[in-house]
């Protein structure tokens, strides 16, 4: 069993829908939990970056994080076309490596 | 700001040969990766550099070596290529702090494709 799982997808939603993306994970060391959004042949780029349990938004994305359910999840609020991308979780516990999921594949259609 | 730069963009080899995948960052960070991304494993770490002067081997370092060549620069060496190494490379940089990670900034990848 992988540390991390993630749905590959591909997700499709139409423009406008409310967009949840999930992980779960094994390690109960995991402590810093973050989202990358992937465009196709680029590089991974941050988009969320929390630490613990809880909550936290930038404008249209939210990241919550479940540790007693070893839980995570990016909910992307009015998506548009422009969020057509692979989204990546990637966590890490004290350690200095971070471990990604597989990614999850999103188009919004128009 | 050029960030993280990778070269080769791309580079196909025949098994057998060798090749070196450079690296180079000017955030200043004192830590660099080298990741593998294949369809439906992810992004998998094969080697990194908490800070110049140490590497240590990640989830798949078979295969492959790596330079710290300054805090700058990190290079991957594949030294007898294999089809199983065709895969995208991409190296990230961050900034540790009390042994932990920040974010990493990753560059825009190289595609190796071993015939």
């Known amino acids: 069993q992988k540390e991390v799982e993630q749905d590959p997808g591909p997700l499709s939603v139409p423009e406008g829908a409310i967009v949840s993306l999930n992980c779960t994970y094994s390690n109960s060391a995991f402590q810093y939990f973050m989202w990358y959004r992937q465009y196709s042949r680029k590089g991974p780029e941050l988009l969320m970056y929390?630490?613990?349990?809880g909550n936290k938004e930038d404008g249209r994305f939210t990241a919550q994080v479940d540790k007693s359910s070893k839980y995570i999840s990016l909910f992307i609020r009015d998506s548009q076309p422009s969020d057509s991308a692979t989204y990546l979780c990637?966590?890490?516990?004290?350690?200095?490596?971070?471990?990604f999921g597989t990614g999850t594949r999103l188009q919004v259609t128009l | 700001n050029a960030g993280v730069t990778q070269t080769p963009k791309f580079q196909v080899l025949k098994t057998g040969q060798s090749m070196t995948l450079q690296c180079a960052q000017d955030?200043?960070?004192?830590?660099m990766y080298w990741y593998r991304q294949d369809p439906g494993m992810g992004l998998r770490l094969i080697y990194y550099?908490?800070?110049?002067?140490?590497?240590d081997k990640g989830e798949v370092p078979n295969g492959y070596n790596v330079s710290r060549l300054n805090k700058r620069e990190f290079s991957l060496r594949l030294e007898s290529a294999a089809p199983s190494q065709t895969s995208v490379y991409f190296c990230?940089?961050?900034?540790?702090?009390?042994?932990?990670?920040?974010?990493?900034?990753f560059g825009e990848g190289s595609r190796l494709t071993v015939l």
């Open positions: 990230a940089s961050s900034l540790m702090d009390r042994g932990r990670t920040g974010e990493l900034f």
């Open positions: 929390t630490y613990s349990s």
């Open positions: 550099s908490a800070s110049e002067g140490t590497t």
């Open positions: 990637a966590m890490s516990g004290t350690a200095s490596k971070l471990t």
């Open positions: 955030m200043n960070h004192n830590s």
